[in-house]
Every structure is written in structure tokens, then in C-alpha cells.
Nanobody
């Protein structure tokens, strides 16, 4: 089991920024593909972004392209999601996830974090 601890959510006005973090104590963190998903009220969970083990490859949902940036620091065993130009439609619970093979937007995680609420007011 991989424990993922997510932080950084909160309330922000439209146009603002937030940075989400997801950390693990697992020494094998650098072996995992990492990703972010989100679930808005009354909607299914959806892919946001993913990054491969080295950080050399990443992919984004169309809704995140140009505004969100996923990155990782393997020495700190942490993955980040920098979210800029936030919109009310970005309001959701954001989940960190870890998995094996990097497959871009088709990323299928094996492990999930606890989720953090992001609320964007208009």
C-alpha cells in the first residue's frame, strides 16, 4: 500500500492560483507515475494531469492545459500541481494518485490520496 498525503487546497477567487502537494514516505516514490484527478459535485472523477517517474513526460486534460503544471521532486517524494488562472468550474475535490506505467491521459492509478477541496469563487 502506498500512503499519499495531499495538501494545499482551499478557497480562492477566480483568476487566482493554488499549489497542491502530495507526499509519501515510500522510498520507491521515484518508480511511480504520479497523477492528479478531480471530482466535482454530481460528476464523475476525471483525469487532470500525470507525470512519469523522471518528470520528463507529462500530460494534461484539455481543461488544464496552459493553466496547470504538474511537477515532482523525487528527493522530497512529492508531486505538485500548480494551478493558475483558476475558474469556478475548477471547483472540485482533487486527488493525488500513484501507479505504474506512464500512459499519458490514460493513466490508471493503483493508489489514491485522501483528496483536498479546491473551491473557486466567481
Amino acid at each position: 500500500q502506498v500512503q499519499l498525503v495531499t495538501s494545499g487546497g482551499g478557497l480562492v477567487q477566480a483568476g487566482g492560483s493554488l499549489r497542491l502537494s502530495c507526499a509519501t514516505s515510500r522510498p520507491t516514490f521515484s518508480l511511480y507515475t504520479m497523477g492528479w484527478f478531480r471530482q466535482a459535485p454530481r460528476k464523475e472523477r476525471e483525469f487532470v494531469a500525470a507525470i512519469n517517474w523522471s518528470g520528463g513526460a507529462s500530460s494534461y486534460a484539455d481543461s488544464a492545459k496552459g493553466r496547470f503544471t504538474i511537477s515532482r521532486d523525487n528527493a522530497k517524494r512529492t508531486v505538485y500541481l500548480q494551478m493558475n488562472s483558476l475558474k469556478p468550474e475548477d471547483t472540485a475535490v482533487y486527488y493525488c494518485a500513484a501507479g505504474g506505467d506512464y500512459s499519458g491521459s490514460s493513466f490508471k492509478p493503483d493508489y489514491w490520496g485522501q483528496g483536498t477541496q479546491v473551491t473557486v469563487s466567481s
